[in-house]
Structures are given as structure tokens and as C-alpha cells.
């Protein structure tokens, strides 16, 4: 909702305030310096421009967002720490794995060679 007067903080109602304070300033002997019409920028306005609760509220938003990206970076490292000590387990198990299966195929081979078959022992 707009202001009857229309909204001060349009760069309309700015470059406005600025020829007249421009238009005082040369009256009065001080330089002016020069900015094409439709270039106002953030740099140019002066920070008393903005109201004071609008900075207040940027700044704890601004904190706020910050305290949530460190969070998420914190909960982010756990996350990585937590998958690589399961890929590193996960790498141990499998190689304990292997050697077993290797020991059991060598047990099963090596009974399989001393056994003799049911098939030619007498009966």
C-alpha cells in the first residue's frame, strides 16, 4: 500500500529529490557530481534513505539466514564423516569376505582331493 503521495523510495521520487538537492548545491557554490537520469543505483542513494526498521529486519533476517547455512554445513560434514566411515567398514567387510570365500573354496578343494568318492569305496 502506497502513501497518498505516491512511494518515496521509487527512483522517480529519488532522481526528483536528487535535481533538487543538485539545483541547491550548485546555488550554494558546491560541485555536483554527475549521474545520467535512470542510473540511480544502491550507491547513490544515501543509507539514510532506507528506513531504519527495513535495515533492522534485513539484519536479523540476514543472521538468521546465515546461522541456517552454517547449520546445514554442519549437519552437511556429519553426513559426509558418517558415509565415509560406512564406505571404509564397508571396504574391510569385503575384503574380509573375500579371503573367507577364498579359504572355504581351498578347504572344500582340499577335502574334495583326500576324500575318496562313496561311489569306489568297497562295500
Do not use: C, F
Not at 34 to 48: E, F, G, K, L, Y
Amino acid at each position: 500500500m502506497e502513501p497518498e503521495g505516491g512511494n518515496p523510495w521509487t527512483s522517480e521520487s529519488m532522481l526528483a529529490g536528487r535535481k533538487t538537492s543538485e539545483s541547491q548545491a550548485a546555488s550554494s557554490g558546491m560541485p555536483v557530481p554527475s549521474v545520467a537520469p535512470n542510473t540511480i543505483d544502491a550507491a547513490h542513494v544515501p543509507r539514510t534513505a532506507i528506513p531504519m526498521s527495513m535495515d533492522a529486519a534485513d539484519d536479523r533476517e540476514r543472521s538468521a539466514l546465515i546461522s541456517q547455512a552454517l547449520d546445514l554445513q554442519e549437519a552437511l560434514l556429519t553426513a559426509i564423516q558418517r558415509v565415509d566411515k560406512s564406505r571404509t567398514e564397508y571396504n574391510k567387510l569385503r575384503g574380509e569376505n573375500q579371503m573367507l570365500l577364498e579359504y572355504i573354496n581351498n578347504l572344500m578343494s582340499a577335502t574334495n582331493a583326500t576324500t575318496p568318492s562313496s561311489a569306489s569305496a568297497p562295500k
